[in-house]
C-alpha cells in the first residue's frame, strides 16, 4: 500500500470514530435515569441513519408501536416521551456491520457481547428487548455475563419486511400497555402541553 492509499484509510477511520463518538454522545442524551425497558439492536446502520436521529426505519417502528400502545404520544416529542416512560436503545455493536461478510460480522457480534453485558451491569433494565432475532444468542449470553435476570423479548427486524413490521407492532404494544402506563403522566401532552413546534411559535394547539 502507498503512502497516499495508507493515509486516505487513516483519514477513512479517523472520520468514521468521529461519527460513532457523535452518535454516541447524542444517545446518551437520551437515556433515562431509571432504564424499564432496554431495546437492544445490532448495531447503527451504514446509512447514516439512527434512532436517535428520528430518521430510521426501527425508529418509525418503535414509534407506531408506542403509539399504538399509547395514542396521546402520537403529538408528542417521540424520543423526549420515550426516554421519559423510562426506555433506552442501544447496539450490541459499537460501529456499522450491515454492508461486512458474515464472518467478520458474527465476529463483531461476539466483541460486542462484552460491552453490551457491561451495559446491563450498569443500569439494570426490568426488561430487554431484541430488536433483531439474529442476535438473541449474542444478547443472551451478554445477560449470562452481566448476571442479569429478567424478562427478554425477541422481535424480528422490523425495517425489512411489511409482515416483520406488523408482527413488531402486535408483539411490542401489549407489552408496553403493561410496563409503561405508570410513566405515561410523565408525558406533558397528557396534561395538555403543546409539542415542541407548537412551542417554539408561541402557538398553543386548542384543546379539543
Not at 175 to 195: A, D, M, Q, S
Request: net charge positive; hydrophobic share 35%; glycine share 6%.
Amino acid at each position: 500500500m502507498n503512502c497516499s492509499a495508507d493515509g486516505n484509510v487513516k483519514r477513512a477511520a479517523q472520520a468514521e470514530r468521529k461519527i460513532t463518538f457523535s452518535k454516541e454522545r447524542l444517545r446518551r442524551r437520551h437515556r433515562p435515569r431509571r432504564v424499564i425497558i432496554l431495546f437492544v439492536g445490532e448495531a447503527p446502520p451504514a446509512s447514516g441513519r439512527f434512532f436517535y436521529q428520528a430518521d430510521s426505519g426501527l425508529y418509525r417502528a418503535i414509534r407506531e408501536a408506542f403509539v399504538e400502545a399509547f395514542p396521546v404520544l402520537r403529538e408528542s416529542p417521540f424520543l423526549a416521551s420515550f426516554r421519559k416512560m423510562g426506555c433506552y436503545l442501544v447496539d450490541l455493536c459499537g460501529s456499522p456491520v450491515d454492508r461486512w461478510n458474515p464472518g467478520r460480522r458474527e465476529k463483531a457480534r461476539r466483541d460486542g457481547e462484552t460491552r453490551l453485558s457491561n451495559t446491563l451491569k450498569q443500569l439494570r433494565p426490568e426488561i430487554v428487548v431484541t430488536v433483531v432475532r439474529s442476535i438473541a444468542d449474542n444478547v443472551e449470553r451478554s445477560q449470562g455475563k452481566a448476571r442479569w435476570s429478567g424478562l427478554h423479548i425477541k422481535l424480528p427486524y422490523p425495517g425489512r419486511w411489511h409482515h416483520h413490521r406488523i408482527v413488531f407492532v402486535r408483539a411490542l404494544a401489549p407489552l408496553l400497555r403493561k410496563n409503561c402506563r405508570r410513566n405515561i403522566t410523565r408525558i406533558g401532552v397528557e396534561h395538555n402541553e403543546p409539542p415542541l413546534s407548537h412551542r417554539a411559535t408561541g402557538k398553543v394547539k386548542p384543546t379539543p
